[in-house]
């Protein structure tokens, strides 16, 4: 860090009271969005040992940030901003701008879009902002406002005819009312303090502790489509984190977070007006062992309850409590918790990674032994790189599948699903969109996707298999055999081909085109129960996003 040009400022004593201002406009590595096309280049490179992912677990907008001098390694590229290229010894000013455009052509289809939910017809974001700070104070507002047509199409009868189909247990509407709507929040904006290195005894003192508060968007876990935990399919919500970033160690790195949060309930759900605000409580613990290069072990745990001061204090004392007992809130608060597992061999340019969750309890060792399957999700996923870094040309091969579908002794208790709960009945969601795996609860999801990048930017092609709601049918007859000897042809799916084009117009402004094209069998789950036939519907969707950076301005 060049502190010459920081320490004269504070030794004037005409710009004493702008204290705040020299800490602010000192060396910054500049941010990204979370799974945007500058996120999706720089993981690239990590995956082949060119850059150290700035992240074990925990990514957020106003902590991702890459190291952009690694882009020497690949000079010729236009994905990347090319007066981002030199940051050190400066602190930043960037400018953001971007746009989304699409058309769903019979029914709703869109996950990890944050506010917008993607209905039936055209839907729209459009997000101005900057990012402003240094390494240890930054500023993120990033505002977005969103438009959906939102026509009507047929959906399952429910509490209301937008609401979730399965009784009153999720908030998830089916459609989000009977017309066009737009909406707007703060997007992934936040302030952030970083504690700067310091001497203790002698001792030079090195820890990345960092609090920070805003509505950015939160991705927990190494999954790149379904985390089970916390993803950026919903709408942002406030929340306050505390705890250190990626940190060097002897031992291996390691990372740490707790944060808590109000979470809001959709207008499609009820009309009790006292059960509208929900806390989430989280905390999450990452360790990269200094004797297995390349591997990732990291636990995560959220809390959710009915939001009350005390009760958010109770989550928030109770939540790092290593295990899911009933006696932990008597069942008051959703409880999850996930331990994933990320390896990546760099010579080889391949990543396997694995997220395996609960959300219920075990009464006791014994049962957890004989069946640890109770209340389990997962996800699971490969990624191989093929190229050099001398290649024009590198090529990406990623397979993802998710399973969040009701334990098979669930079949002997009672109707469950991962993301329901019996008491915080609104479930986990934010504002009618899941908090985790965009597939929703009792979903599973397997997705194969080939990506080629170059200088000029990236092209995707992804097949994926979706079926939703399998709890549904699992529990639409429970206790009732002979009504169940025909659900069997209930179950639903949709299959889903994509392409994509995303290319550089100039540094910095990125233009995607994508559209993709799906079959969904039995969308209705009420198939022909004599023969199994069903409807099937044809779909089509089609995408534009472009994004500008405009010149970085330095201090």
């Known amino acids: 860090m060049r502190t010459d040009l920081c320490w004269p400022l504070l030794k004037s004593r005409r710009l004493a009271t702008l204290s705040f201002l020299v800490l602010f406009f000192c060396p910054l590595n500049a941010q990204v969005g979370v799974n945007s096309l500058s996120d999706e280049y720089f993981d690239l490179l990590s995956l082949k040992g060119l850059v150290d992912r700035p992240y074990l677990s925990y990514r957020t907008r106003s902590e991702l940030r890459w190291d952009w001098a690694s882009i020497k390694a690949r000079p010729e590229d236009l994905t990347i901003p090319t007066e981002l290229g030199d940051l050190e010894g400066r602190s930043l000013f960037l400018p953001e701008i971007r746009l989304f455009s699409g058309y769903n052509l019979n029914r709703p289809q869109g996950n990890n879009d944050g506010l917008l939910w993607q209905g039936r017809g055209y839907n729209g974001t459009a997000e101005a902002g900057f990012s402003l700070g240094s390494d240890f104070l930054s500023i993120d507002l990033h505002p977005v406002i969103s438009y959906s047509e939102n026509k009507s199409f047929e959906t399952m009868p429910g509490t209301n005819p937008f609401a979730y189909f399965w009784g009153a247990a999720v908030d998830a509407p089916q459609r989000f009312g009977e017309s066009s709507y737009s909406d707007w929040d703060w997007g992934d904006s936040a302030v952030r303090v970083t504690l700067p290195p310091f001497s203790l005894a002698g001792v030079d003192i090195n820890v990345p502790f960092t609090i920070g508060f805003g509505t950015e968007s939160l991705w927990l876990g190494p999954a790149r489509l379904n985390p089970i935990l916390h993803s950026n399919n919903a709408k942002g919500y406030p929340r306050l984190d505390a705890g250190i970033g990626k940190t060097e160690t002897p031992l291996g790195s390691i990372e740490g977070r707790v944060f808590a949060g109000v979470l809001t309930e959709s207008a499609y759900f009820d009309q009790n007006t006292s059960n509208d605000s929900r806390s989430l409580s989280g905390i999450t613990a990452s360790y990269d062992p200094v004797f297995i290069p390349g591997l990732t072990v990291a636990v995560h745990r959220t809390m959710l309850s009915f939001y009350s001061p005390l009760q958010m204090w109770n989550d928030f004392r109770t939540v790092a409590w290593p295990f899911i007992r009933w006696s932990f809130g008597h069942d008051e608060s959703d409880q999850r918790f996930s331990i994933s597992f990320d390896y990546v061999l760099k010579p080889a340019g391949f990543e396997l990674y694995l997220e395996w969750a609960r959300n219920d309890f075990s009464p006791n060792l014994d049962y957890l032994w004989r069946y640890p399957f109770h209340s389990y999700g997962w996800t699971m996923g490969l990624r191989k790189v093929f190229g050099e870094a001398s290649d024009a040309w590198w090529s990406l091969l990623e397979i993802e599948a998710t399973e969040l579908e009701s334990s098979r002794d ?130 089509a969707s089609a995408r534009v996003y472009l994004s500008w950076n405009g010149a970085a301005v330095f201090f």
Not at 412 to 423: A, D, V
Not at 446 to 459: H, K, N, V
Not at 480 to 496: C, G, M, P, S, Y
């Open 410 to 539: 669930y079949e002997l208790l009672w109707t469950y699903s991962f993301y329901g709960h019996g008491i915080v009945t609104q479930g986990y969601t934010q504002e009618g969109q899941w908090l985790g795996a965009g597939i929703g609860t009792g979903s599973n999801a397997q997705t194969l996707s080939w990506s080629i990048f170059g200088a000029p930017g990236r092209i995707k092609l992804s097949l994926a298999r979706v079926q939703k709601d399998n709890d549904y049918v699992w529990f639409l007859h429970f206790g009732d055999t002979a009504a169940r000897r025909t659900d069997e042809f209930r179950f639903n799916v949709n299959l889903i081909a994509s392409a994509s084009v995303a290319f550089a117009l100039s540094p910095g402004f990125l233009l995607t085109l994508e559209a993709s094209g799906s079959r969904e069998g039995n969308p209705l789950y009420n198939p022909d129960m004599t023969t199994g036939a069903s409807a099937e519907v044809f779909d």
